[in-house]
Each structure stands twice: as structure tokens, then as C-alpha cells.
């Protein structure tokens, strides 16, 4: 079956503008991840949602970034007024439940870079 | 002190060879453990979960020391498909569904 989907896979931008970037989930998994990837460095946790409850979004780093989840289903990550320091490896991933125990399953990714 | 630690490496590595990698987490309340490969500007994918017993997936063997905080990784008879960051995932919380990877750890298989 389908797997994670993001888009766009690549977004360059300029610094102050800002981005959304949207991730199709495997269909049926109730828990959806964002995270971000500096090069060489790991993952860091930025938002998780799971069904309709309240967003865990004590990973977001600034208050340029918010994350909505539309319907229980696709999401959007949007970073206001980019600064160079946002670019990243941008990683969304579903589960089947928010239990810590499920594998995760991580779509391609979209690379930002912000000029 | 970083929530979850691993050794950066690179691990280099000959065709064979047998190679461990740790990896050590800050909360002792910790509760799912599990090792993720990356490959080279991919995504991560689940390698395996690590029990409390140990367990072992073909040349992959994976545990967890619960008293010294720490898991471990060993790969017998390395392939150079192994070639890859390895990632050590721990979640605090079973029911919150945050977890925490680790930066992770490289290694070259060579020929």
C-alpha cells in the first residue's frame, strides 16, 4: 500500500517568507509525527497528534511554527517569517496508535533551505 | 546532558566483522526502546524493538540494561548493506507516543 507522502520534496525560499509543507499519512494510522533534521545531526521532535486530541507541541522551537491536522488526516506544517536557521531536513511519520511501542513509518521528507 | 547519547562513530569496519554500538538514555522511567537504520538522504526505518529478554533478528541482536540505562546493537558477519546511521529511539511515555532519537551512529562496511 501507499506509504507516507510529503511535499514538496524540495522548497527554497528566502529568508522572512514563510512555508507550509503538508504530509499525507498512511491511511488508518491515527498518530502523525513531525520532525526536523539538521545535516548530521539526528531528529528532533517538533509536534505529534494523535486522533482529536490536543497536539503535543512541545517541540516547536519558536512561535513561527504551527502544525494543524485536518480532518484526522493530512497535515500541514507551516514556519512563518523563515530564518536561515530553519533549514532542515523537514520528517513527517504515522503510526497506528500514539503508543511509544508502534513503529514509526517516516515519508521522504522535504528539504528546506532558506536563503 | 542529552536525553538520548550514542557514539557518533564512523564505524569502519571490514566485510565479516562483528560490531557493537551503545547507546544510553537519561530517564530511568523510560519505557519502548528500538533501533532505527538510515541510509545516506533517506528516511529512517525500524531495524528492530528491544525487549527487556534481548532479541535477535537474523545477525542483528539488540538488548537493554535497564540498571545501567543503556541498549546496545551488535551486527555479526557485516555485510556492506549495513552501511548505513544506525539511531537508537527511546520513549518515555508508552501512551504520550513522544519519542527521542538519539544523533546516531555510522558505520562504513568496506570490502
Known amino acids: 500500500g501507499a506509504g507516507v507522502s510529503q511535499s514538496p520534496s524540495n522548497k527554497v525560499t528566502e529568508k522572512g517568507k514563510d512555508v507550509e509543507l503538508r504530509c499525507d499519512p498512511i491511511?488508518?494510522?491515527?498518530?502523525l509525527y513531525w520532525y526536523r533534521q539538521s545535516l548530521g545531526q539526528g531528529l528532533e521532535f517538533l509536534i505529534y497528534f494523535q486522533g482529536n486530541s490536543a497536539p503535543d507541541k512541545s517541540g516547536l522551537p519558536s512561535d513561527r511554527f504551527s502544525a494543524e491536522r485536518t480532518g484526522g488526516s493530512v497535515s500541514t506544517l507551516t514556519i512563518q517569517r523563515t530564518q536561515q536557521e530553519d533549514s532542515a531536513v523537514y520528517l513527517c511519520a504515522s503510526s497506528w496508535f500514539s503508543g511509544g511501542e508502534n513503529e514509526q513509518f517516516f515519508g521522504p521528507g522535504t528539504r528546506l533551505t532558506v536563503l | 546532558r542529552k536525553e538520548v547519547e550514542q557514539d557518533p562513530g564512523p564505524f569502519n569496519v571490514p566485510e565479516g566483522a562483528t560490531v557493537a554500538f551503545n547507546c544510553t538514555y537519561s530517564n530511568s522511567a523510560s519505557q519502548s526502546f528500538f533501533w532505527y537504520r538510515q541510509d545516506c538522504r533517506k528516511e529512517p526505518k525500524l531495524l528492530m524493538s528491544v525487549y527487556s529478554s534481548g532479541n535477535e533478528d537474523g545477525r542483528f541482536t539488540a538488548q537493554l540494561n535497564r540498571a545501567s540505562q543503556y541498549i546496545s546493537l551488535l551486527i555479526r558477519d557485516s555485510k556492506l548493506s549495513d552501511s548505513a546511521t544506525y539511531l537508537c529511539?527511546?520513549?518515555?511515555?508508552?501512551?504520550?507516543?513522544?519519542?527521542?532519537f538519539g544523533d546516531g551512529t555510522t558505520l562504513t562496511v568496506k570490502p
Open positions: 529511539v527511546v520513549t518515555f511515555n508508552t501512551n504520550a507516543g513522544k519519542s527521542t
Open positions: 491511511s488508518g494510522h491515527t498518530a
